[in-house]
């Protein structure tokens, strides 16, 4: 099998750049809308690689106040509509990811290491996390608008981290089981046998060495909550918003989507989840199974 | 086994407490999720008896019991049903398309080749990418006036300028085309996982006894690949059932309920007809069925691992 | 016409810098059993893998009855070989396993049945036929991955230490099994190993290897009695060949070799240098007696190695000890005794190459 007949892999090579192409088209295409300007947002032909690349659409996404300046700049009368501020969507979901992903990990290593060493709740008790998982999130989201206006926690920070962290709970308990069963039993009882207690063992032995894994889950849970949409979209009226809401509100009245705007905010947003997601590269796919592919 | 028993062992010869320490533990965990949903899923009984539109500003649990009439009206809502089917097939066809790709795509990345590590990095990109701006890179992309349309302009010699997101056919295409460009890359990590790990002198005997490379793959690769592979498809299509936001994206669901998946019908049930009792019902619905499934897959899953 | 089933020809692989196999040349025979033998690194599973296809040599020839098969592909080869942890398709029953070959080279049915109940009765496999291959215990396993590949009839069938997963009763059952079926079918084996008994008692002719080069290749009892050289006597035999410090001295037209304690030993017309050598004494050629005999040294019994059949009788000889193999219950620890060796049973090695120069002395110089 070691020698292949080179049309094969001439084929092979092309089938490869092929994907790749096929990979970065979209990409490609957001990042490239992100510099027209805007008489190229919907031209016909369209242009692939703008011949003029602007930074205004990123000036309107971080200074909106500029926008009819810049719509003024522009010829023609266009009517440049920016609700909400991308400064605040980004400390918003700032905030609220890093503080979901904190509960959900540190509430989520706490059951996991109950389960993995004292198997509480038997067998089937970590699979109800998963049920939680494979329920369409719509289907909550109805009662949880009503649960939230008696608690007073629509649209607050709050209210978006529980929900966040309770829907995030399932992969925090599961990946993070598969990274403490790596960690043998024996060490804590070491521990043990020089009079620490089992939890203390636990802090001082195990989850020191369980903390890469530990930190992947978290850098995951918070790509998970960064990029969320439907419970944002939902929960929230406008004194909280998300990255993920922002990018729908660049829309004029008389020009439709702002696409170049929205391109910008679209690319900008994404950084985060494309930077954490490399480095956590290796257990993406343990992540996204539950645990259940290792490398 | 007897490490675990010994710390229970050590466990219990704690001190006395109310709560034992092992339960105390996942207490947050549980309370959390009891919360947030549990309670809410008990609502969905009460609220999918009612007629409960909170544009007539009762209090949802104030509003008027229609018994089972939602579910009634359910059954013969063309519209739940073919967001129901609708979904299904699309999922259906995602998976399909995925699982095909990811195997193709596994065997080109099996080897080693120059470039390859910088390959596979392109190659998940997709993944991550947020989904509502995958989801609008291809609102873009299929455009009247977008690429895509431009592309099969040169290819086919004349201007084309079809609306793919208006047409009530067509509009599922570049919805579907997302779903599987945004996933596929995880279905290859998975699957390469697999396949850099099967049994390498299995393929080698199979290759003395003269198999030919489809053989090999069909015969013997293939089998070896059934676990990883269907942890794979049941995790997606799992995910892929819930599908929401390129649909919201790209089309809200238009024209006229063509691309409804249930999550987007539930939505616009919900949110833009404010009908939430009967919305709480077809979730009832959803979620019984949803359940009933893996309830039914729950052992063949826990055979797996 | 040639009976030669294998020929290698200066066959030669070279990892990057590393060079494995170092220009192996040999011929198998038709219907020979032999065993290439090594200590593990020199080159036989390397050669092995050559041989069957998966590897590429870096240069030199292969060939079966004669046509070079260098350039033809694994699959085509039609040569067996069973791994040596089986590699039985774990996803496919019993059946299908064996079938497998044969249905990749496009047998039709009917026969393909008919050799895989044969094979499968042959080497009792017929009672588990629809059972997963998966689910089988070793040596089942085993005989799966061999009936699997003899249901082909292959030209050649290569083994790589098929027998190292097993325990010492199933090894052998299985050896003699082993044979039985190679015999009966007339097929021609390379079968790999370091396992020095395994080799002696199943092969027609060894093929020993010492990294990346063949050492000496001839039936089991020459190997034994006239080895070639010191890696070749230190190898084989059980227990090993005892090497004492000798040394030669010229007195004119004489020659004799002398070790410590024993008279010299007339070397004859040898050609050989003056200087010190070593001697090799088999432990089966030496015996222990009650008085001194010509020529024997005064020694004693430190340790006494019960091996069932045999005892081990461990005696001093200067500052070090040497093995004598006696009946069991001869000697007791301790006991003084007389050592002799038989001069038509010594085997000098030349110290720097390394090479035996002579299987036996004439006696005992005047």
């Known amino acids: 099998m070691r020698k292949r007949n080179p049309w094969l892999t001439a084929l092979m090579r092309l089938a490869v750049i092929f994907s790749l192409l096929i990979s970065l088209l979209p990409i490609f295409w957001l990042f490239s809308t992100s510099l027209k300007p805007h008489d190229q947002w919907a031209e016909w032909p369209p242009v692939w690689i703008t011949d003029s690349p602007t930074l205004q659409n990123y000036r309107i996404v971080f200074f909106p106040e500029d926008a009819r300046e810049v719509a003024a700049e522009q010829q023609g009368s266009l009517d440049y509509k920016v609700s909400g501020s991308a400064w605040k969507a980004f400390q918003d979901s700032a905030i609220i990811s890093t503080l979901a992903t904190l509960f959900s990990v540190t509430f989520g290593t706490l059951a996991a290491y109950s389960i993995v060493r004292f198997r509480t709740g038997g067998e089937n008790f970590p699979f109800q996390f998963l049920t939680v998982r494979m329920m369409p999130p719509i289907a909550v989201v109805v009662p949880m608008v009503a649960l939230f206006s008696i608690l007073k926690l629509t649209d607050t920070y709050m209210g978006m981290i529980l929900a966040y962290t309770a829907f995030t709970l399932p992969f925090s308990i599961w990946m993070i089981r598969s990274y403490l069963e790596e960690v043998p039993a024996e060490l804590e009882g070491a521990a043990m046998i020089h009079g620490y207690s089992q939890f203390r063992a636990f802090l001082t032995v195990t989850l020191p060495l369980a903390k890469g894994g530990i930190l992947a889950t978290a850098l995951f849970i918070f790509i998970l909550n960064w990029s969320e949409f439907l419970f944002a979209l939902v929960l929230t009226s406008g004194d909280v918003t998300t990255v993920t809401l922002q990018v729908a509100n660049y829309v004029s009245a008389s020009s439709g989507k702002l696409y170049g705007v929205q391109a910008a905010m679209g690319t900008i947003s994404t950084l985060p989840v494309i930077f954490f997601g490399y480095i956590i590269q290796k257990h993406l796919v343990r992540g996204l199974t539950f645990g259940a592919v290792k490398r | 086994m007897s490490e675990g028993s010994q710390v229970r062992e050590e466990a219990k010869t704690g001190s006395r407490r109310l709560i034992p320490f092992n339960v105390a533990l996942v207490l947050p965990a549980q309370l959390t999720v009891l919360s947030i949903v549990l309670v809410p899923t008990l609502m969905i009984i009460w609220l999918s008896i009612t007629d409960w539109q909170p544009t007539q500003n009762v209090p949802w649990w104030d509003a008027e019991p229609v018994w089972y009439w939602n579910f009634y009206d359910l059954w013969y809502d063309e519209r739940f049903t073919n967001a129901v089917l609708r979904t299904l097939l699309l999922v259906g066809i995602c998976m399909v398309v995925e699982l095909t790709l990811a195997l193709a795509l596994a065997l080109l990345f099996l080897d080693e080749w120059p470039w390859r590590k910088l390959a596979v990095s392109a190659i998940i990109l997709p993944m991550m990418i947020i989904p509502v701006d995958s989801a609008n890179a291809f609102f873009m992309l299929f455009n009247d006036r977008g690429p895509i349309n431009h592309l099969i302009s040169i290819v086919i010699g004349e201007p084309y300028t079809f609306s793919w997101l208006s047409h009530p056919t067509w509009a599922m295409l570049p919805i579907m085309l997302c779903e599987i460009w945004q996933w596929t890359p995880l279905m290859f990590l998975m699957v390469l996982t697999g396949l850099m790990s099967l049994p390498q002198n299995q393929i080698r005997a199979a290759v003395l006894l003269g198999a030919s490379p489809t053989r090999i793959f069909f015969r013997i690769m293939l089998p070896l690949l059934l676990p990883v592979m269907s942890v794979a498809v049941l995790i997606r299509s799992i995910e892929t059932f819930k599908i929401f936001d390129p649909i919201y994206i790209m089309t809200r669901g238009q024209p006229g309920g063509a691309t409804e998946s249930i999550s987007m019908y539930m939505y616009n049930g919900a949110f833009v007809y404010f009908r939430m009792g009967y919305i709480a019902a077809a979730a009832l619905v959803v979620l019984v069925l949803v359940i009933s499934i893996c309830l039914a897959l729950s052992r063949p899953l826990k055979r797996h691992g | ?366």
């Open chain 3, 1 to 366: 016409m040639s009976d030669a089933k294998l020929e290698l020809l200066d066959l030669k692989k070279s990892f990057d810098a590393v060079e494995a196999v170092k220009g192996v040349s040999m011929t198998v025979h038709k219907g020979e059993f032999l065993s290439l033998l090594g200590p593990s690194g020199c080159g036989k599973s390397t050669t092995l893998s050559m041989i069957a296809g998966l590897e590429e040599a870096t240069s030199g020839d292969i060939r079966v009855d004669g046509q070079s098969v260098v350039k033809v592909p694994a699959q085509r080869r039609r040569i067996g070989l069973v791994f040596q942890d089986y590699a039985v398709f774990s996803k496919l029953s019993v059946r299908s396993n064996l079938a497998f070959g044969l249905e990749a080279q496009g047998f039709p049915r009917t026969e393909r049945r008919q050799r895989v109940a044969e094979m499968a009765e042959r080497l009792q496999l017929d009672r588990i036929l629809d059972q997963s291959a998966g689910r089988l215990n070793m040596s089942e396993m085993q005989r799966v991955a061999l009936a699997r590949v003899l249901v082909t009839e292959p030209q050649l069938l290569l083994l790589d230490e098929p027998m190292s997963n097993l325990d010492a009763a199933l090894r052998f059952a299985l050896r003699t099994e082993l044979k039985r079926i190679q015999r009966s079918l007339g097929q021609t084996v390379l079968y790999v190993t370091h396992d020095q008994l395994e080799a002696i008692s199943m092969s027609d002719r060894i093929a020993v290897m010492r990294l990346g080069e063949l050492q000496q290749i001839a039936s089991p009892e020459e190997i034994f009695t006239r080895p070639v050289n010191r890696f070749v006597a230190e190898f084989i035999g059980d227990p090993p060949i005892n090497l004492l410090d000798c040394e030669v001295r010229r007195d004119g037209a004489r020659a004799a070799v002398q070790t410590a304690l024993h008279g010299p030993l007339d070397l004859g017309p040898l050609e050989i240098a003056e200087g010190r050598h070593l001697l090799g004494l088999r432990p089966h050629t030496l015996s222990l007696t009650r008085e001194p005999g010509p020529g024997s040294a005064a020694t004693e019994v430190a340790v006494v190695e019960n091996l069932g059949a045999e005892h081990v009788a461990h005696v001093t000889y200067g500052d070090r000890l040497v093995a004598v193999t006696l009946p069991p219950g001869s000697v007791a620890e301790g006991e003084r005794l007389h050592l002799s060796l038989d001069p038509a049973q010594v085997h000098l090695i030349e110290s720097g190459s390394e090479r035996v120069v002579a299987h036996s002395l004439s006696g005992v110089a005047a």
